[in-house]
């Protein structure tokens, strides 16, 4: 399914490396404090954006299966703010942002 949804990204080198559906702004917020404080904030860029994107649920949770477009930033913005048709990046990333 495509829909508008907020999710927490990461960049690196200005290039979007992975995503993480959240619920609301404020708990994308809250995720994006939190990975902060564990990452090297020079090397990595976190955002909460609201993001056009291919959708499904999986086991009782929503996950990003692709980025379309990346329509409204609401947080850092990084170098490259280009819309992208990225993939999840790696699997292992991936759920250390989502249980946070």
């Not at 080198?13 to 708990?27: A, C, D, F, R, V």
């Not at 020079?42 to 086991?59: G, N």
């Not at 929503?62 to 048709?85: A, D, F, G, R, Y």
């Amino acid at each position: 399914m495509t829909e508008v949804v907020v999710a927490l990204l990461m960049f690196l080198n200005g290039n979007m490396i992975e995503h993480t559906y959240k619920e609301s702004m404020s708990s994308c917020l809250k995720s994006k404090r939190v990975a902060m404080r564990e990452i090297n904030p020079d090397s990595v860029v976190f955002s909460c954006k609201k993001i056009s994107a291919k959708t499904e649920i999986y086991q009782g949770r929503k996950k990003i299966l692709k980025v379309l477009e990346q329509n409204s930033s609401s947080s850092s913005n990084p170098s490259s703010s280009s819309p992208t048709s990225l993939s999840s990046g790696s699997s292992s990333g991936s759920s250390s942002l989502e249980d946070k």
